[in-house]
């Protein structure tokens, strides 16, 4: 296994297709020309965060897979570039509606899509009313560059997601979010913690783990939210070896050693020590 180069990017979103992609468009190729393989982006970054409101008109943001527009430039990108894309985009498959990853591999081939399985509703965060929950479970995909395991936003603040990657073989673990201020208490900042349980989601399972996220103000009918960026990369440690600041439209790229890292995690010994006949609990509640 070889070193992995691995960037996050992070930005604003606004409410015009074109110009969203446009940016992601050009933090991706400074990225690829700084050396980066694999390149994650926030959370549908292809639109403003729309989960804010409850109403029919986003729906008309969704599309299948094999037809939506930004899956299909971001794959054309991928192919030109040759890095590897997890690209977060809003799924309509049939009559339900899904927030699906596509992971693109450099040759811009699609090798799968994961449906984020946990899906919030609080005030100002009402993905319940847009999404259903993924059907498809926890997959490692194996990238040109190395096994990597995605999963979305609110999916990182649940450390059996993070395990279940990490048995399945995940050499790093992304996550693409869209997180920010609370509408209900404005005085809660919550990025400490959204890093902290990141952090101990590597160390737990000796994996690095990477974020994105958006920045800048978004206004809903009813609410707003102020997206603190902080985009980063934790190693398989737990420790933050890249960030972004609360305002940085910007990627920062990190040079992983998969093998050095899988040889750790095996000496370690934390996957062998487990006793899962003791978990039943988990599944119960």
Known sequence: MTTMFLAVAQM??????????????ALVRGAA?????????????????????????????AAPARSHPTLARMSALASELGVVLPVSFFERAGDAYFNSIAVIDRDGGRLGIYRKSHIPHSPGYQET??????????????????????????DQWFPEAARVLALAGAGVLLYPSAIGSE??????????????????????????????NRI?????????????????????AGTIVAELGPRDEAFRVVALDLGAIAERRAKWGVFGDRRPDLYGALADG
Not at 38 to 51: A, G, N, Q, T
Not at 188 to 210: E, F, I, R, Y
Not at 228 to 233: A, L, N, T
């Open 12 to 25: 604003a979103c606004g409410s015009d297709r074109a110009d969203n992609l446009e940016r992601a468009e």
């Open 183 to 212: 509408p209900s208490d404005p005085a809660l900042d919550s990025k400490p913690a959204w890093q902290h349980v990141m952090q101990g989601h590597a160390a737990a399972n000796v994996v690095p783990v990477a974020a994105a």
């Open 129 to 154: 009313h847009y999404f259903s929950p993924g059907d498809g479970g926890f997959k490692v995909w194996p990238t040109r560059f190395g096994p990597i395991g995605v999963a979305a936003c609110w």
């Open 33 to 61: 020309a700084a050396g980066a393989q694999v390149v994650l982006l926030p959370e549908l970054f292809d639109s403003i965060y729309f989960c804010q409101n409850v109403g029919s008109e986003a729906f008309s943001l």
């Open 216 to 236: 800048g103000v978004e206004a809903g009918r009813n609410s707003e939210i102020t997206f603190y960026g902080g985009s980063f990369v934790a190693d398989e």
